[in-house]
């Protein structure tokens, strides 16, 4: 009782609320197409990290192949629209579904390896993945896919006058993914997924179904990777292995969120709004010289975060939070 | 002679090295065993071979009468059979309160019911206080309870303790024969593994001697701390004569 | 066939580098349980430095090879001590993106000063080829070959035949004995850090005198040395040499039986399928 009471104190409802009146609030104020750009952009890979957090922040399994999942996805659903005319809006069910069952076919094995050697795995089936996708020419091989360019309607999933509708979809995306971390976090799976992450061999001990945990956890996750990569076609409408499939990808999706805070549920939400923004400005601020500039401040940035707030940015606010107080 | 743990002929080679030759004894519902024997005696194998960390290469263990032979730990632990570690092993980042809960997962319907059977399993520990803190700012002796409470959370029908004495200061020691006391007048079956002789024996109803990989006696404590073999494989022959 | 002899021979001549290369990492990963996923571009780092010093200083590759080991086990402490200590009291996730971020930072300060075009060390002492039966070999990649083989010897001797080196194996065996026994852990790991990263930067000179330098000419060589050291055992130099050797190989007749596009894929699809059957590698411990 305590703890339902707890959960509707004003104060834990606040910070949410307001964060979402600012989301709601920053295309209208900020209207350029750059602009607009950058949110859709801040949503679509605070839904990926947060997807991620689910496997990698709670169960501490890192992947570095998210852009599997997320790949599945956009190829799904295309696919449906481009062979068979179906929606993309049931299509991105069918690729979360697929996605879903990608992870637990490349779990069975990969998970009975820990650490070092789970990561490099995921890596390893990721770009095999994308080499298979690259040169199967039935799904458009190293071309890659156009998708149709379809009158602006929602059922249709495009929007051709402005972006404000794919950024309201993204946010509507994300906010599903949170609502189905907070779900997974306060119940009996999402205390075993972090069982998991601190001591496998514990948590065998006292009943744990370990790999049927972690499956769960991977196929939860791919989905909802799955659900932004459909998102991805739609914004862009092309497709192609090194756009969808790229271990630089998997990194940036997994960096969103340990940089953010890994584990926490906001913490990819933060991560996304620092990294996302600082990439896209360097990059059209210096980008396109083909200089790497924004690789040193991204390359900078990580080294800088593990060395100096291993807990990410999430930690640092709780940090400043307790002085504050203290204060 | 069926006891609700039942251990028969379990065998294990590492390599050359014969870690656990034949080794058979039952445990009585209700009973607190203790398994002896020097270090390197095969004692934590043979933990490690009945709670499915390790598959033996011969051998049998049955459980409330049903073969669990090569059942998964986590099977075992759902059937009531549940172990603590000879190093510790808490989920560190959590909070004492969080680790007890997880045990607690296995039988509660939901976190709600978890949670307050937690704080119950904290409470018989004695670590009530600590609910808050997180499992790496405890002390060894905190780690150990908090490990015992996240196990009893589970609630056992049998609890195979590992060395849950070794480390403590006299006074821990006092206190932990104590609580393992008190959870036999629970109803609890408990084997507890040491290599100290003293700790054992006042609270065992019955031991087990390892030596080398076999059994070298079975007994009641007085009867087996009397034992010329024991002696021998404690203190070296030099002393059985004596 | 010729075509497949061919292949093999010149993916073994590449394997060897590769090996050199990858023990360097199995030290790493041994000695302090650390994968340096910034692997692959220390080897980048290795090329540029060869590669400027035959254009800048006039320095034929195997003449700048002592420089180039040297500057990059200096690189490797410097690493070792600015980012690698500090996080590895910290959770695998900190270690893990420590180095990656490193190998992101290496790779876009290269294209930010030497931008991302190909780069490719001209004239050097050796040319040419030579024919062994039906095969023909480079002389450029016969002479990296061997110098990858005796700097491997090398490495073996340092490891196998110094206290130094015994003092390494004891600490990758155990770190709590070693500590006990007197062995000062931190300098051992920064021993580790210098001699695995020299062993990249051997491996960087070698494959630079026919090898094109470009800022991401690690990617492909970082992933296959993750995948050539769990493969060969981890813990394991002389598995990691093994998987090396083998990786070169098949990555190079596949190109040919199969198809070119799948070269890199076979190797990985190798490494799933040994750590499914057999999780400690060829020659791992344990």
Redesign the interface.
Known sequence: MAERLRSLRPRRVAGPAFALAIAIAYPFVFSSPVAVNIGVLVLLFALLGTAWNLLGGYAGQISFGHAVFFGTGAYASTLLLTKLGITPWVGMFAGAALAALVAVVAGLPTFRLAGHYFAIATIVVAEIARTVVRNTDAIGGARGLFLPILPTAAINYEFHETRMPYYFIALALLMSSLVVTVLVERRRVGYYLLAIREDATAARSVGVRVLRYKLAAAALSAALTALGGTFYAQYVLFIDADSVFPLSLSILIALVAILGGAGRTYGPLLGACLLIPLAEITRIQLGGTGRGTDLVIYGALIVLISVAQPGGLVALVDRLRRRLRAA | MSGLLEIAGITKHFGGVLANDEVSFGVPEGAIVGLLGPNGAGKTTLFNCVTGYLRADAGTVRFAGADVTAHSTAELARRGLVRTFQVVRVFTDLSALDNVLIGALLRAPDVRVARERASAALETVGLAARAAVRARDLTMAERKRLELARALATEPRALLLDEVMSGLTPREVASAVALVRSLRERGLTIVLVEHVLEVVMPLADRVVVLDHGRKIAEGEPAAVSRDRAVIEAYLGPRFAHA | MEVIAQSAASGLLLGLILALSAAGLALI?GVMDI?NFAHGDFLMLGMFVTFFAWSLLGLDPLVALPGVIITLALVGVVVYFA?IR??LR?????????T?????????????FF??EFRQVGTTSVSGSVAVGPVYLGKPELVAATGAVVVSVLLFGLLNRTTVGTALRATAEDRVAAELMGIDTTRMFALAWAIGTGCVGAAAGLLAIYFPVF?DVG?VFG?LG??TV?LGGFGSIAGAMLAGVLIGVMTSVAGVVI?P??K??VA??L??VV??LR?RGLLGRG
Not at chain 3, 90 to 98: N, P
Not at chain 3, 100 to 112: C, T
């Open positions: 990963w994968v980012v500090p996080v910290g959770s695998v996730l900190a270690q893990i993106f420590a990656f971020g490193l190998g992101i930072l290496l790779r876009g300060l290269a294209q930010f931008t991302p800022p990617a992933l993750f995948v769990a198809d596009a799948y890199f894929a990985y699809a490494y799933l750590l499914v999780p």
